[in-house]
């Protein structure tokens, strides 16, 4: 088995190297960089790690849009999906209508703005990434807060989902056929938990299993969380 994991923002491999540890021996465990890259250059990237044959996508934060995009452009090349406390992305925009959703994405009102980038953040760049790992309830100790200030290149992948944002909106829906189990955490302060009816409209085969975590139950309840993984994938 290959398993490929997409780390989100503001976040890097790391973020899956508990997974990689559990699964490592009984699956083939890859986790590109993607902080610096485009969306589309994101693609490339996993189009070239899926080269010698279909992986399972697991993708977390920002991992979920590429992953279900990955899907619908090269359906060949996965062979199943798992988010985890994220989701597609056509979803996620349709969802902005309600007040609930419109209020924990904030936020990206500031995300968005065009100057807002790696260089004028800088220098507060600790204080923003603690603040983000606080919200998502991250453990104080977690060496996901010793990241430094270039995963804050990953802000530009909100500013290409604003762009393309208005195009999912008026888009008819199209659902992806692979099996999409969905790993969310009860408390996430970012994202509302998907509805039946959305994961029905989005996904032909998809199943919700519900943490009582944060927004990275990878790192917070890592045995429970792999546990999950391991009957969601062996």
């Known amino acids: ?16 190297r508990y997974c990689v ?34 992986a399972v996508l697991v993708g977390h934060d920002m991992g979920g849009p590429l992953a279900t995009e990955f899907a619908l452009r090269y359906p060949e090349r996965v062979s199943r999906i798992v ?18 959703q419109l209020m924990k994405s904030s936020y990206m009102g500031v995300f968005v703005n065009p100057l807002v ?32 200030a270039e995963v804050l290149d990953g802000l530009g992948r909100y500013k290409e989902m604003a762009l393309r944002a208005p195009k999912k909106l008026l888009e008819p829906i199209t659902a992806i056929s692979h099996r999409v189990d969905v790993i969310f955490g009860q408390h996430d302060p970012f994202l509302q938990m998907p509805t039946d009816a959305e994961l029905k409209s989005f996904f032909h085969d998809a199943h919700l299993h519900k943490m009582k975590s944060g927004h990275w139950p990878m790192r917070t309840h890592p045995e429970d969380f792999h546990k999950l993984l391991e009957r969601i994938l062996l």
């Not at 088995?1 to 973020?15: A, C, Q, S, T």
């Not at 988010?83 to 609930?100: E, P, Q, S």
């Not at 603040?131 to 104080?140: I, M, Q, W």
């Open 21 to 54: 540890e559990y699964f490592e021996g009984r699956a083939v465990c890859r986790t590109p960089e993607l902080h610096s890259l485009s969306f589309e250059d994101q693609l490339k990237r996993v189009h070239e790690m899926t080269e010698e044959g279909p």
């Open 1 to 16: 088995m290959r398993i490929l994991f997409l780390h989100g923002f503001p976040d890097n491999p790391e973020v899956w």
């Open 117 to 148: 980038n790696t260089t004028t953040l800088r220098p507060f760049a600790k204080k923003l990434l603690n603040f983000v790992y606080d919200r998502g309830r991250l453990p104080a100790h977690d060496r996901l807060r010793s990241n430094s």
């Open 83 to 100: 988010l985890v406390n994220t989701m597609d992305l056509g979803m996620f925009v349709r969802r902005l209508g309600g007040l609930k």
